[in-house]
């Protein structure tokens, strides 16, 4: 949509082809509904995949303050909550319904239920005189073509991977995708006993070769019966699915859990050995309280192997050392993720190595892609979104006009 509006504003004429009944039909599934559009902090360490270099000088043409001018341009009030972008009325069919709207504005022919399998340069890769597109027993030639088919995460919105297979077909080589953003599971089945538990948690992804910290992320971890979820986890997910599919059999990664991240290693040696001097007369139930959730806790407590009523004084030493060490480091080994349904966002699509910063293809002269079919996937907080803003206008503006870009409030 973005493409396609500026690419229109450009003085392009546009047709936009979209396999759903509908188009922006993820759109509606955004921010819980509300769609988290940008990010008022945002830079290329944002995200992973492509090329730090290459990201900063898309992101440097279409920042977030192009996005807001866009939006406002279109009729769309946009409010700022804690630097996360959402529009104003807090629903996002009203971002839909503007884009909409100026895609008829702006008279781009808009067909639908018109499901894109194949685009062909006529005349061979680099003569440059246009692509047929094939769907079904439809057939367009084009000048120029945007792909912007999305990825293979949430496929009932539309994107089930067919963009790739296209984009591959006319010799684009395509990174490995898996899920990101999404859930992970786990082999422990105590975590039934501790669904539903939240808590503010440092959440460490560790080296099956040496058990040190590979990456870690910090937020509101989610307990689920079959695993972990909640921002941390969603952040990570995509690099342990990257780290599973490396490993052949029965892959599995392990997790650290810190759930007392705010204090370091000192501090919570005095903490312990205060509670051991003050909390003498209790039963280990009572010992521990205070500290954790009660459920975790109580999971905590079995898992060191002692007994809630036991009174600390007769309670092994070893057994509430682990209690203590479980608070800070509970193990968990992650065996897979949800799948591409429940993910957000795929890591991995077209190698932006071979993708200039024009959005333009280095394999076929006049093809463009634009969105998540790229090998660009961001954080949670709007970055996914601004990515589809940035790189559909640096496509759209380039496949109309392939001149030098300018700013937004000057299109
Ligand atoms: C539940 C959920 C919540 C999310 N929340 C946020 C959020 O709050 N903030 C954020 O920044 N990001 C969020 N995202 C991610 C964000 O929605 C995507 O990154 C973004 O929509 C990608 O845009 P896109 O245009 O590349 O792909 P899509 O939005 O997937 O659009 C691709 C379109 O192409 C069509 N299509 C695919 N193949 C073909 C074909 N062969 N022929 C014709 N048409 C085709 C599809 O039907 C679809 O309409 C969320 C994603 C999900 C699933």
Redesign the pocket.
């Known amino acids: ?2 493409a396609a509006i500026t690419a229109a504003w450009e003085g392009g004429e546009v047709t936009l ?4 009944e509908r ?5 509606l ?4 509904g ?5 990010n008022l902090r945002l830079g290329p360490e944002d995200y992973c995949g492509a090329d730090r270099e290459w990201l900063g000088e898309c992101l440097s043409q279409f920042g977030t303050r192009d996005a807001i001018l866009f939006f406002r341009k279109i009729g769309l009030l946009i409010k700022d909550r804690n630097g996360y972008l959402y529009p104003a009325a807090e629903q996002a069919a009203v971002v839909l319904d503007v884009l909409r709207t100026e895609l008829r504005a702006s008279r781009v022919e808009l067909v639908t239920g ?4 194949s685009v062909c340069p006529t005349g061979g890769k680099n003569a440059k005189t246009g692509f047929e597109v094939r ?1 079904g027993s439809q057939s367009f030639h084009f000048d120029r073509v945007v792909l ?4 293979k ?2 496929p009932k ?4 991977g ?2 790739y297979r ?1 984009a591959e077909a006319m010799g684009h080589r395509i990174v490995p995708v898996v899920p990101a ?1 999404v859930q992970l599971r786990c082999e422990e089945s105590c975590l039934k006993e501790v669904a539903g538990v939240r808590a503010d948690a440092q959440v460490n992804v560790l080296s099956r070769e040496n058990g040190e910290k590979l990456y870690g992320e910090r937020g509101e971890l989610q307990l689920v019966d079959y695993g972990i979820s909640g921002i941390p986890v969603f952040q990570l997910s995509r690099r342990v699915n990257y780290l599973l599919r490396e490993q052949g059999g029965h892959p599995k990664v392990e997790i650290s859990v810190n759930l007392m991240p705010d204090y370091d290693d000192e501090e919570f040696e005095r903490l312990c050995a205060l509670r051991t001097l003050l909390l003498t007369d209790r039963t280990v139930e009572e010992f521990f309280a205070g500290i954790l959730n009660k459920k975790l806790m109580y999971l905590f407590i079995k898992l060191a192997g002692l007994k809630r009523e036991t009174p600390v004084a007769k309670a092994d030493e070893a057994k509430m050392a682990k209690v203590y060490r479980l608070c800070r480091d509970w193990r968990l080994w992650v065996t897979g993720s949800n799948s591409f349904d429940n ?3 795929c890591a991995g699509g077209v190698d932006t190595g071979e993708v200039g910063r024009n959005m333009e293809s280095l394999v076929v002269p006049g093809l463009y892609f ?4 790229l090998d660009v ?2 954080r ?9 803003w940035c ?2 206008y640096l496509a759209g503006k380039n496949a109309a006009g392939n001149a030098e870009c300018e700013e937004v409030h000057r299109v």
């Open positions: 949509m973005m082809l979209e396999g759903g188009v922006g039909k993820k759109l599934s955004t921010g819980n509300k769609c988290n559009l940008g018109c499901k894109v399998e769907a912007a088919c999305g990825s995460a949430a919105t539309g994107s089930d067919s963009g296209i953003l993910a957000q966002v634009a969105g998540e079919i996937d961001g949670c907080g709007g970055y996914n979104l601004h990515w589809a790189s559909g």
